[in-house]
């Protein structure tokens, strides 16, 4: 009977080949579910492990402290471009662990956001952990064309004894964290100052604190 049989065949194997598949497929979206939740896991896992190391290795930035700055011809704005400004600043790296690598650091002080002195502070260095750099520096003074109306005001307010400046420094500097480099950051530091007729910090700019930005 070679007509029957291919019919009869495949209408009494179709349901166990139906049930095969579906089983097959049911064991699959299983295995896949199984894996799914196992890489899941496996992820919230190595989530949490960053993130109790980031909270651990997390860097602070470091801290200024304006500790002295004297800007000798202060009072007499035409004699600035041929004299200095010096000032002494605190750098303090307050992790535990991480080291900073500092560029060149780069100096500028200004009146009324003009600039009347600038000049390079620092080679590159490297900060260790813990530690407090004592940066020290002379900048050369900017000509105050004499007869401005700025020249004017910075006479008035250094014989009034009071001349607030604006020292800057700038520089990029990157984390040392264990054994791996984090990505580079612009430094701004900022310490908004007084000085008085010679020149010299009044005590209310005595060791401020400079805010820095990034
Ligand atoms: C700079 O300031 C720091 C902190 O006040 C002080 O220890 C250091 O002797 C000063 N250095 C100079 C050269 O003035
Ligand atoms: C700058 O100072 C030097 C020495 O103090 C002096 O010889 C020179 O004439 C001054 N220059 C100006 C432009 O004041
Ligand atoms: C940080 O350094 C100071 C001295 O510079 C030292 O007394 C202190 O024990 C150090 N702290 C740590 C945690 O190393
Ligand atoms: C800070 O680090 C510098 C450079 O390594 C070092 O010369 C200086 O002595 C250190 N200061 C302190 C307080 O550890
Ligand atoms: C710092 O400022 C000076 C003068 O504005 C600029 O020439 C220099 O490129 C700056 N450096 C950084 C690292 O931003």
Redesign the pocket.
């Known amino acids: 009977m070679p007509t029957p049989n291919p019919t009869q065949s495949t209408t009494r194997k179709r349901p166990p080949r139906f049930n095969a598949h579906r089983l097959r497929e049911t064991l699959t979206t299983q295995f896949a579910k199984c894996l799914c939740s196992i890489f899941l896991t496996l992820l919230l896992i190595v989530g949490v492990i960053m993130f109790v190391l980031w909270l651990s290795l997390r860097p602070h930035r470091p801290h200024f402290n304006l500790a002295s700055l004297s800007a000798a011809s202060i009072a007499s704005p035409a004699d600035l471009a041929n004299s200095t400004i010096s000032f002494n600043v605190t750098d303090r790296n307050s992790n535990k662990k991480i080291g900073i690598y500092y ?4 100096g ?1 002080v200004l009146y009324k956001d003009h600039l009347i002195g ?1 000049g390079p502070v620092m080679f590159p260095f490297y900060q260790p952990p813990n530690n407090t750099t004592v940066i020290i520096a002379d900048l050369a003074g900017a000509p105050v064309a004499a007869g401005s109306a700025l020249s004017t005001e910075l006479s008035a307010d250094a014989a009034a004894g009071r001349v607030e400046l604006r020292l ?5 500097i990157r984390f040392k964290v264990k054994t791996w480099d984090t990505h580079q950051h ?3 530091v900022e310490c908004n100052v007084v000085v008085g007729s010679d020149g010299s910090l009044l005590p209310e700019s005595r060791n401020i604190r400079c805010p820095i930005y990034f």
Request: cysteine-free; proline content about 0%; overall charge negative.
């Open positions: 560029d060149a650091v780069f500028s600038s800057e420094l700038n520089s990029t612009h430094l701004h």
